[in-house]
């Protein structure tokens, strides 16, 4: 028997929009690229010396009316994180060039993830933050921060199974035709009572 692992297919919807989006910031300069991340407050614990975009997830709200669609309804945050500039602070207008580099990118419709519905994906604030409440020095970075909804819908994705092999080694599986290699089939090593249908999904 085939089991469906929801949350593993969830999260690899997610990981896979956040690379989409990654590969797209990091190709729309045409030189010096920012370096992207998922956001995470230790990157203040050492020096920022050039551009940082952070990806941080807000909310992901899940329908989960059907077994065979995942969908859901996202809001997530971009943040410009410049260094000090020790010669002038009017070089922090460059967030400002930057910001609309990262709306072409997170905007374009013309992205090749058929996981998310393109003509969704809008901007719906951004504002310059202060830090007054973080544990770093609130004066040590400039960061414009640029929030986004958009829905993402499950449409080719390769599912991932659960296999209760009854017995069959890694290598009769491979011969049944199961690629093992993938990722996308994990192998469970408990016996399943009576006949197993390789060819059946639940």
């Known amino acids: 028997m085939l089991y469906i692992c929801r949350k593993i297919i969830q999260h690899m919807i997610l990981k896979g929009f956040y690379n989409e989006k990654k590969n797209a910031i990091e190709t729309g300069f045409p030189s010096d690229a920012p370096a992207v991340h998922l956001y995470s407050d230790a990157i203040f614990k050492t020096s920022i010396e050039t551009p940082i975009v952070m990806f941080k997830y807000d909310v992901v709200n899940w329908e989960t009316s059907s077994e065979k669609n995942y969908k859901a309804d996202v809001s997530f945050c971009l943040y410009i994180v410049l260094p000090v500039d020790t ?39 951004e504002k310059q933050c202060t830090n007054e409440h973080t544990y770093w020095n609130k004066n040590d970075y400039f960061i414009w921060e640029i929030t986004y909804k958009t ?30 290699a993938t990722g996308i089939i994990e ?15 639940i």
């Open 87 to 125: 010669i002038s602070s009017t070089s922090y207008a460059n967030a400002f060039d930057i910001a609309h580099r990262i709306d072409k990118a997170v905007l374009s419709n013309t992205n090749t993830n058929t996981l998310l519905d393109n003509y969704s994906t809008f901007k719906i604030r």
């Open 151 to 180: 829905t993402l819908i499950e449409n080719i994705l390769k599912k991932k199974y659960i296999l209760f092999n009854n017995g069959l080694s890694n290598e009769e599986l491979e011969e049944l035709g199961y690629d093992l």
């Open 187 to 201: 192998i469970n090593p408990n016996q399943v009572e009576g006949s197993v249908d390789l060819n059946s999904n």
